[in-house]
């Protein structure tokens, strides 16, 4: 069964306001959450990596006021895209590692910006 | 730091043939290489992986293999079937020095595989 679960699966905003993406690790504990983002036909970009109860880490170039990472218990994660623009459109996939170090990813959520 | 190199980047074949992508290195502390499937839409897949002290591993219709000496891996699919069509990413995992340890998958571009019935 599924490891990790995301809400939503796509979202459509305005440009200008906030959106939140859940993450879920089901089942296990995970030592560390990822955020990634996807952009057609290409690979995944880490943005950060986030711990429970600490501050994520922002990968290089990736704007921490922007994308605001909240890892408020050890399965739950959330990803909050501010003051939204077109250029924030995206697939974004959160990702859990378990204490085994496997790494699992989530179904993924399309965001759109209008 | 770690640079992972995938190919094909593209691979078509004809169902039940068998399929091979390849994945190379650069960093030697590299110790864990997963592989995973995406299909259009849907979030990465774990269809298998290897840890740097075994040198192949198989899962049914699928087998990973690592050559830890050439710093290379490949995923082989035998017997493909449609449904094996997908893009697959290869995946090695660094340690990140003076970051407390933390460590984090770096991706290959991906193959797309096509398998025409």
Known sequence: ?114 | GENVEQHPSTLSVQEGDSAVIKCTYSDSASNYFPWYKQELGKGPQLIIDIRSNVGEKKDQRIAVTLNKTAKHFSLHITETQPEDSAVYFCAARRLLLGKGGSEKLVFGKGTKLTVNP
Not at chain 1, 68 to 85: D, E, K
Not at chain 1, 87 to 111: A, H, K, M
Request: hydrophobic share 35%; aromatic share 10%; glycine share 6%.
């Open chain 1, 1 to 114: 069964g599924a490891v990790v679960s995301q809400h939503p699966s796509r979202v459509i905003c305005k440009s200008g306001t906030s959106v939140k993406i859940e993450c879920r690790s089901l089942d296990f504990q995970a030592t560390t959450m990822f955020w990634y983002r996807q952009f057609p036909k290409q690979s995944l970009m880490l943005m950060a990596t986030s711990n429970e109860g600490s501050k994520a880490t922002y990968e290089q170039g990736v704007e921490k006021d922007k994308f605001l990472i909240n890892h408020a218990s050890l399965t739950l994660s959330t990803l909050t895209v501010t003051s939204a623009h077109p250029e924030d459109s995206s697939f974004y996939i959160c990702s859990v590692r378990l204490v085994t170090d496997t790494q699992y990813f989530g179904p993924g959520t399309r965001l759109t910006v209008l």
